[in-house]
């Protein structure tokens, strides 16, 4: 039994109250950003994280064999995204409402907490363990570290049934503590760099069954007319500024979802099969060859182009000028370095 002071206490209170905010089905993502602000300044005056002011945000970042695992302070900025932070904090709420069953908590397998654990810990407040258990894992000793401290310091301990520090993509699903649930933001815009796709189709090939957060991530290819696109500021990654984009678009290039990675159960190339898409015979000198990254992260919850930086424009690898008339067979490599790739091939 932990014993929480005065302090303490009215911070449960607050989490629990913005938390119940965040969650509510009847709230927009716009409507949100005070209490996510609020949740983000929440956690950092509890955190002893230091904060990102004079510090390099690269060092102590970990290049793995499936990907770049970002360093502790930079994964602690990720909670200033508000529309990231309330679309995941949602999407992992209702996946655990669809995956509660009678008789014992969710199991919630979150890979790549951060310092934070910012998509896990609010829920904490609103559920007990007995609805909710989370095994938390990332690869920095240090996150786990103040994800623990923030965690103990809310009385929330029973909530969490492990702390592991390992690379999620050799991670060894216990059989008695097969997730129902596995969550990880361990990406970039275009699904480049992070190991997401790597880290999803390893615990997920583990866990067939269970619900996974994002439930799929798009990658779509488009030409775009980019003085139209960021013809509106945007004033910072609190939400996306009104315009009005001009696009012609050409097609879904890459998809991680269950059902693909079902689909990739035989590949052993360290490279995913990605779409052909054909670039039109003509087009106007203003468009650019482009990346959208779509995330439904579950139950309706959604990012758009430009809600945050995960769902910004992308060059096309190499940044080609195309002079019409293009097939483009794209694939996705895997390895230190992920990322979609493309060669000219014949038309179909
Ligand atoms: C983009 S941050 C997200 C942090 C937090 N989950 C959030 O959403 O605010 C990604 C985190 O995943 C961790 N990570 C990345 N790749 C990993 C891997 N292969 N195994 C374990 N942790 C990983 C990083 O160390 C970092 O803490």
Redesign the pocket.
Same mark, same amino acid.
């Given at each position: 039994m932990q014993i929480l002071n005065s302090r303490d206490i009215d911070d449960h209170g607050l989490l629990r109250k913005l938390t119940l905010d965040i969650i509510h089905p009847a709230h927009s993502k716009s409507a949100l950003i005070r209490q996510v602000t609020a949740l983000r300044q929440l956690i950092e005056r509890r955190s002893a994280l230091p904060g990102p002011d004079g510090l390099d945000l690269g060092a102590m970042q970990?290049r793995?064999d $499936?990907?770049? %695992?970002?360093?502790?302070i930079?994964? $602690?900025l990720? %909670?200033r995204e508000c529309f990231?932070?309330i679309a995941?904090i949602r999407g992992l709420d209702s996946a655990i409402s669809d995956a509660r069953r009678p008789g014992r908590p969710v199991r919630v397998l979150?890979?790549?907490?951060?310092?934070?654990?910012?998509?896990a810990l609010p829920l904490m407040s609103v559920l007990s363990p007995q609805e909710a258990l989370f095994t938390l894992?990332?690869?920095?000793e240090e996150?786990l570290f103040h994800a623990r401290q923030l965690i103990d310091g809310f009385g929330f301990s029973s909530h969490v049934d492990g702390y592991i520090c390992?690379?999620?993509?050799r991670?060894r699903i216990p059989v008695d503590e097969t997730p129902d649930v596995i969550i990880?933001?361990?990406?970039n815009a275009s699904l480049r760099s992070?190991?997401q796709v790597?880290?999803a189709r390893h615990l997920m090939t583990q866990a067939p069954g269970a619900l996974m957060v994002p439930a799929k991530v798009s990658v779509n290819a488009c030409l775009l007319h980019l003085a139209k696109e960021y013809a509106a500021p945007v004033s910072d990654s609190c939400g996306p500024a009104e315009r009005e984009p001009d696009r012609i678009y050409l097609g879904t290039v890459f998809e991680l979802s269950t059902q693909r990675i079902r689909d990739w159960a035989a590949v052993e190339e360290s490279v995913l099969p990605a779409a052909r898409i054909r670039i039109p015979a003509s087009f106007a000198s203003k468009y650019r060859p482009m990346l959208l990254t779509r995330i439904d992260v579950y139950g309706g919850n959604r990012l758009l182009d430009h809600e945050s930086s995960l769902n910004l424009p992308q060059p096309f690898p190499g940044k080609p000028v195309f002079r019409g008339g293009e097939t483009l067979q794209f694939r996705y490599r895997l390895g230190s370095r992920p990322g979609l790739e493309f060669e000219y091939a014949q038309p179909d």
């Open positions: 970990t793995l $499936a990907g770049l %695992a970002i360093s502790p930079k994964a $602690a990720c %909670a990231r932070t995941f979150y890979a790549g907490c951060g310092p934070f654990a910012t998509l894992i990332d690869i920095h996150s390992t690379d999620a993509t991670y990880s933001e361990t990406m992070e190991p790597a880290i």
